[in-house]
């Protein structure tokens, strides 16, 4: 499972930025066709009941203009020009709004003109009911992206209400009201904007924590993944890898030296390591679920097994205070040990191995070691003649699976030979404890491809 590309997240991440800034864009656009039917839906209602109630406000200043109120022969024709030019700038700002919102020096100017006639005439005596729309268009451009389309809007409307009474006999005192209430209005608007921009702002966050619990479970399944793949891998290449030792020993109890009755023994053992190789697959994928035996009885349990299947002598020393260590580190530390014993009956058959675990304050140490060369001389040929075909252990993917293994949880693994033996030594630090700096045992390290190097 992949991670979305980097372009497809900027892509978002500006998207949700536009919105944002400007959430008139595209307010109408597409409604009820979104991915989501319902809050598409809510959105259409939403926007179309907003224009109802503006339609309807005009309609209800034009009721009032024209049917409580008389006007010379000079103002009614102010009026009704004032009055139809603003239902026809109203009717575009409809149209803007629907769309792509326009440009802000678009939508100042028509909100402008729209505040500035209703307002000029607002003055005359009787036409009052017009401050109304000059008010609405200015929370309506309060409420876009910037501020100044607000007060632009808002001076325009002040300016034409000055220039009203300059041409109109009412009263300057009564007209005094309408820059206040041009300037409740656009608090109002502003108001609106916080809100609306908070709420983009909300959307935006929630659909970024939304996209990172995504990208949070991708990420655990993938570890769970591989994690499971490198248990599966320790299992198997202790038990293949032990395996196909004791058919080439068969092999070549056949072959060279015709001992049948020594032949049937080995396949027996070889029969008896698939069984159990089986049962310790199944005990893995059952502990993935389960919590693993204590440390101590794991590795007993490994040296008697080692011992019965391979005759080598396993001598197990425990120093220091025990403790009880995390899953992941025990099972890190038993996979080590498997691998190295594998490694152990492959290249030295029938030599001693040593385990040595020790509990110190900072962390807790494994270290293996046995003799370099082949077994003894009543080893079995195959033992000593060739290098098993199995790249399992040999191939250097089992050392490389522990060294990526203990990294991980902050330890290291060190393995190379040392005054004629070989050494493999794992440490994990304990709970609480930082990671532990790059060591290895003897004068080995591991290379690139996994294999030890002196």
Known sequence: MSAPPATTRRGRAATRGRAVADPWRGQGRGLGQGPDPDQSYRALVLTSASWLLRAGAYVLFGVDLFTHHSYGPVELPAVAISFG???????????????DGGS???????????????????VQPGATTLVGM?????????TGVRQAEGWAVFGAGVVSAEVGLLFSDADPRAAQGIPLILAVAL??????????????????????????????????????RTRIAREIHDVLAHSLGAL???IQAARALLTDHQDTGRAIDVLSTAQRMASDGLTETRRAVHALRT????????????ATTHEQRHGSTVTLTVGGSPVELPPDQMLALVRTAQESLTNAAKHAPHRPVTVDLQYGDQDVTLTLTNPLGPGPA???????????AFATVDGGYGLTGMRERLLLLGGTLGAGPADGRWTVTARVP?????PIGEQAAGDGRLSANGRAEA
């Open 134 to 142: 000059g008010a609405i268009a200015t929370i309506d451009a309060a």
């Open 104 to 122: 802000p020096a678009q939508r100042v100017t028509v909100l402008g003109l729209i505040a500035s006639m209703s307002v000029a005439v607002a």
């Open 187 to 224: 608090l109002a608007g502003f108001n609106r904007r916080s809100y609306r921009v908070q709420a983009e702002q909300n959307k935006a966050l929630l659909a970024q924590a939304e996209e990172l619990r995504s990208e949070q479970h991708r990420a655990a399944v993938l570890d769970e």
């Open 291 to 302: 919590d693993t035996p204590p440390l101590t009885d794991e590795l007993a349990r490994m």
């Open 85 to 99: 030019v603003t239902g026809v700038l109203l009717a575009v700002w409809v149209v803007m709004s629907l769309g």
């Open 430 to 434: 304990l709970q609480g404890r930082g």
């Open 244 to 246: 196909g030792i004791q």
């Open 378 to 388: 009543d080893a079995p040929a195959g033992a000593r003649a060739e290098r098993p």
